[in-house]
């Protein structure tokens, strides 16, 4: 097998890999936001809003060291009080978070290379996408995304970027709720929304030279 060949199998082996655990962990994502664990995704739902909130308040080094206080408070307070139950009892149960002390937390090489993968797999395609659009490989990607940006705009003299963030975090936890319940009708007006976006994008490509895409 020549080293070409081998190149080529390793690296389906490595996007295999990364598109199972990206699946893996898209159904885990999936399952929260469509609140098939009401307790789990009412707990991570919670937590986030209430982090974003603090922070609409307080800086970021404030919220983590309220944060940090808050989980010191909670360990301490349940350290002191089953080492006065363990005197009181004469018992000797040791460490009350002595499991999670020994638990592994470290990550291993193959992990970090995993993650280290996956970032750079984003980021490139990121970069060649925004090559795409700023050099005007396709003129109509191009202006669709000069629209997009011209509307952010106006979004951002309205709202800053932690109500985004709020606003975005509310939409992920509900609007797939909503979107499972009401399909139907949500395609059909996507449906109509689509052919006049469709409409107003040929009228421009037919006006615009060069602006209809080559035939595939």
């Known amino acids: 097998m020549s080293s070409s060949t081998t190149a080529a199998a390793a690296d389906s082996t490595k996007m295999e890999g990364f598109w199972s655990n990206w699946k893996c962990q898209g159904t885990v994502a999936m399952e929260l936001l469509y609140w098939r664990d009401l307790k789990q995704s009412g707990l991570l739902f919670g937590s986030v809003l209430l982090l974003l909130f603090s922070l609409t308040q ?13 989980a010191l408070s909670a360990t301490i307070s349940f350290r002191v009080y089953k080492s006065v139950l363990q005197a009181v009892q004469k ?6 978070f002595k499991s999670y002390l020994d638990m592994e937390i470290s990550l291993s090489q193959d992990q970090m290379q995993r993650y280290a993968e996956n970032v750079q797999y984003y980021l490139n395609s990121m970069l060649k996408e925004l090559r795409r659009l700023f050099l005007v490989q396709d003129l109509v990607d191009s202006l669709k995304f000069a629209v997009l940006m011209w509307l952010l705009t106006y979004v951002g003299a309205l709202f800053n970027g932690l109500t985004l963030l709020i606003m975005a975090v509310v939409s992920m936890f509900s609007m797939p709720v909503v979107y499972e319940k009401y399909q139907a009708q949500i395609d059909q007006y996507l449906g109509l929304i689509r052919t006049q976006v469709n409409s107003v ?8 030279p060069g602006a209809k895409r080559k035939a595939e």
Do not use: M, N, R, W
């Open 91 to 96: 018992t000797d149960e040791g460490h009350p």
């Open 58 to 70: 307080f800086s970021v080094v404030s919220v983590g060291a309220y944060l940090a206080l808050a």
């Open 201 to 208: 994008v040929g009228k421009i490509q037919e006006k615009i």
